[in-house]
């Protein structure tokens, strides 16, 4: 078992910044992927940003070059630093994480861009 407790969400306006941590307990040597998903409303969730247990990442086109994703394995945390944000940013981020069979997901945190 895996938890993701999520953080940094809030209200800002376009072209600010947040950042957003989860952090993981449990069986965290399991986990062979985190990442961030984000939903908006109306819409599906779509994968943001991922890394690999060997640090390799990944970013949906949307935010390449703004957001960037990077990892503290001392304290089990991985980081989405979000910079110049734009109103199409705003949805509920959720924290995911990826174990051999299966995969876990934080409960979420919303992330609100003024325009």
């Known amino acids: 078992q895996v938890q993701l407790v999520e953080s940094g969400g809030g209200l800002v306006q376009a072209g600010g910044s947040l950042r957003l941590s989860c952090t993981a307990s449990g069986n965290i040597f399991s986990i062979d992927v985190m990442g961030w998903h984000r939903q908006a409303p109306g819409k599906q969730r779509e994968l943001v940003a991922s890394?690999?247990?060997?640090?390799?990442?990944y970013y949906a086109g949307s935010v390449k070059g703004r957001f960037t994703i990077s990892r503290d394995i001392a304290k089990n945390t991985v980081y989405l630093q979000m910079n110049s944000l734009k109103p199409e940013d705003t949805a509920v981020y959720y924290c995911?994480?990826?174990?051999?069979?299966?995969?876990?997901w934080g409960k979420g945190t919303l992330v609100t861009v003024s325009s």
């Open positions: 890394i690999t247990r060997g640090s390799s990442s």
């Open positions: 995911h994480a990826l174990v051999q069979g299966g995969d876990y």
